[in-house]
């Protein structure tokens, strides 16, 4: 019986890793160079010793708009590490979990879904606890109710008959609940969705949400290295495809 | 040895699921409340008891949007959960099957190859055997010779010298094939191509698709639903960079 | 104590798969048949006895094109099936690994990440070893230096002062770097940055790529035929949102 139970302890010790690793397991720097090792050179050299070095835009900045892009192209792999650097560069559990929230709506349902299974063992082994986290209908950031009467009559005006639900849902739960939530600071909400965009090849949202960003407090600078990070992280072909776009609502800014 | 087998069933119940469950596990209810419990708030009062319940379109189609959306952008994660629920909904096994094949074509082979591999399991599950499945060659529905002819025409002027592989092919296999296979009606194929569309920011293909859709039954209420269905499911990009495609056509259709 | 040592073998035959399987595995042809058995059926009529064998396009370009196609989209559930075929097709291991490298760039950080995972084990029980990979830096392709500091220029002049970060990346590492590296060769680039634009609808993009690969090398029908494989491996629309734009290309470029 004795040497059953230390059968089952060996047994443990191989099996469980891979049993409870559910998530991919990425592959390591050696599993890297065994397939290419420039890649595993220009991740260290370009990736992590220079472009997160930038000053243009702080770490905590670059880890929201990584995240958002990975969310948005559903991409797992590399998100509990990126989940990890993000709370070591000053991002709060709240906000991942709001920004979790938000692209719930701004990417898809099963985008947030696969975020929250890469997401939640890091919680767990960090021992974040729910009560860290935002409630479930906190109470709200004051509204602008003049502005959002003012787009929600323009889009009713050229959509409302296209799709009343569609128009319905964009006030009641984006305008009015969504983007009122306090944990996540309307301008880091901008920076997801703008990352999120760009990631995804949107570019017709693109104009009113980077100049809703940049009413929320996102620099011209900001907003153009966030093109710089996002070429890396959602190639080279969305960061070009947004930079014409990205230069109009620049030069059609009020100075 | 019985303490043998007893420790194996132990075993069994440890390990089983998770050895078997080569699909990644959708988060738990549990599971979301610990990373973002808004997002499983909003999931219940928002989607499953509002959205999913509006009259404009049936659980039934509602699903057939869902299953195209995820099969287009190749999120698996909860495919497995939306298969029963459209199996559920009233979407015969068959229908499915025919999804999938249809979505090889408008959203790619990998995509229709990893939606087989989310939906075995639940097709095991329930029991569902190949003589409920659609044939590989059953009879062919009859063809609108005219219609197709005109279409082939077309499209082999404008771009026949450009490939005309893609030209050959396009005639073959989807206009004398695939769209005459009989287990799936042709408007809900045409309700899983828009979806699809939309899901993955094809809206230059979107006039045409949209205008056989509504030929082949689907109406304008319809439509404008399905994009606040993919709101969900696609996020709200897709079906706000959709909207204004799915107006035009709405506008220049013959009353 | 014998019989619990053949317990464990038991065991391992049972778990062993499964539980190294870190990669989805992707259905076998009987598993598709208990989905769809059409598909299974097209798969080798339509797919690997037909387009796989058409003369426009070597399998080993083929290859490429899908491996391209999957990586930019990040589906990795058929990617091993794929880097074996590229192997017997004459792709060369360091082509691979260089395609990879490349496509860090064209399509993302964690698309590349994803493929390696994927192609990590194809590679190991191939054995092909680092010797047979290209250095992390190795000596560089003569560059054209007029044609690029021409290039260098428009792109500053237009987006300099947008995003100074993405205009210093893409001349310091992509052109003056990756685009020079030996062991790919240039036309080779350009045949998966082609790919990986189609694939990801960036239509934009594909003008300047289309016409540097047909400077590199490929010729008009080859490139018609790219769009031929990518129909099936991306998806219809994706090809069809392209070919007008080839079909640009092909027009204005002189005789």
Redesign the interface.
Same mark, same amino acid.
């Given at each position: 019986?004795k040497?059953?139970l230390s059968?089952?302890a060996v047994?443990a010790l191989f099996?469980t890793p891979?049993?409870?690793?559910?998530?991919?397991?990425?592959?390591s720097p050696d599993?890297?160079?065994?397939?290419?090792?420039?890649?595993?050179?220009?991740?260290q050299a370009?990736?992590f010793d220079d472009?997160w070095k930038?000053p243009?835009l702080s770490a905590r900045d670059r880890s929201l708009v990584t995240i958002a892009? =990975?969310i948005?192209?559903?991409?797992t792999?590399?998100l509990p590490f990126y989940v990890e650097r993000a709370l070591d560069s000053g991002v709060k559990p709240a906000e991942?979990?709001?920004a979790?929230?938000h692209?719930?709506?701004?990417?898809?349902?099963?985008?947030?879904? #696969?975020?929250?299974?890469a #997401?939640?063992d890091v919680?767990?082994r960090r021992g974040i606890t729910?009560a860290q986290?935002?409630?479930?209908?906190p109470p709200k950031l004051p509204l602008d109710e003049k502005g959002e009467a003012d787009r929600a009559q323009r889009v009713g005006q050229?959509?409302g008959a296209?799709?009343?639900? =569609?128009v319905h849902?964009?006030t009641d739960?984006?305008f009015r609940d969504l983007w009122l939530?306090p944990d996540f600071a309307p301008r880091d909400r901008s920076l997801v969705t703008v990352s #999120? =965009?760009v990631a995804?090849?949107?570019v017709?949202?693109i104009p009113y949400h980077l100049g809703r960003a940049m009413d929320n407090g996102l620099t011209q600078s900001q907003a153009?290295?966030v =093109?710089?990070q996002l070429?890396?992280?959602?190639?080279?072909?969305?960061?070009?495809?947004a930079?014409?776009v990205?230069?109009d609502v620049?030069e059609k800014r009020p100075k």
């Open positions: 019986m040497s059953l059968a089952f047994l099996f891979a049993v409870y690793a559910q998530q991919p397991t990425p592959p599993d890297v160079r065994k397939v290419a090792p420039a890649l595993e050179a220009y991740r370009r990736l472009l930038r243009e892009a =990975l948005a192209r559903n991409q792999i590399e991942i979990s709001e979790i929230v692209l719930n709506f701004y990417a898809g349902s099963s985008n947030a879904m #696969a975020a929250v299974a #997401a939640k919680f767990a729910p986290l935002p409630a479930a209908a050229q959509f296209v799709s009343p639900g =569609l849902y964009t739960i984006l939530r #999120a =965009l995804n090849g949107q017709g949202q153009g290295e =093109l710089t070429a890396f992280y959602a190639g080279w072909p969305a960061s070009f495809s930079i014409p990205f230069k620049f």
